[in-house]
């Protein structure tokens, strides 16, 4: 299973980012999605997540600015970024929970086979100048 993460980049204080992460490989489900942030000389922190059904859930500081959705056709999820400040300032990190399907053992016996793991994507540079 692949990540690949998009749509950061450098924005003046006040603008707007929408994130983008999109999986692929041998997915049979994919299970919560979230986005973490890792600020220079600070740990990744949790952002948001969304659940399969569509439940959300924010950090404080992502509360009221930041929304969250997911594509489950396209496996994708976004985070929206609406009046961007400074200390916004991160390499954001997609991260899904997925259940892989052994596709060797389907294809060869018929039997779905199901391995539940945890994927990062490879970050996304967000820079909010004053």
């Known amino acids: 299973v692949q990540l690949q993460a998009s749509g950061g980049g450098l924005v003046q204080a006040g603008g707007s980012l929408r994130l983008s992460c999109a999986a692929s490989?041998?997915?049979?489900?994919?299970?919560?999605m979230n986005w973490y942030r890792q600020a220079p000389g600070k740990q990744r922190e949790l952002v948001a997540g969304?659940?399969?059904?569509?439940?959300?859930a924010y950090a404080d500081s992502a509360k009221g600015r930041f929304t969250i959705t997911r594509d489950n056709v396209k496996n994708a999820v976004y985070l929206q970024i609406n009046s961007l400040k400074p200390e916004d300032t991160a390499v954001y990190y997609c991260n899904v929970e997925v259940d892989v399907l052994n596709l060797a053992l389907a294809q060869a016996e018929g039997i779905i086979e199901l391995t539940r793991k945890d994927y990062w994507g490879q970050g996304t540079q967000v820079t909010v100048s004053s």
């Open positions: 969304i659940t399969s059904g569509g439940n959300t």
């Open positions: 490989g041998c997915i049979f489900s994919i299970n919560a």
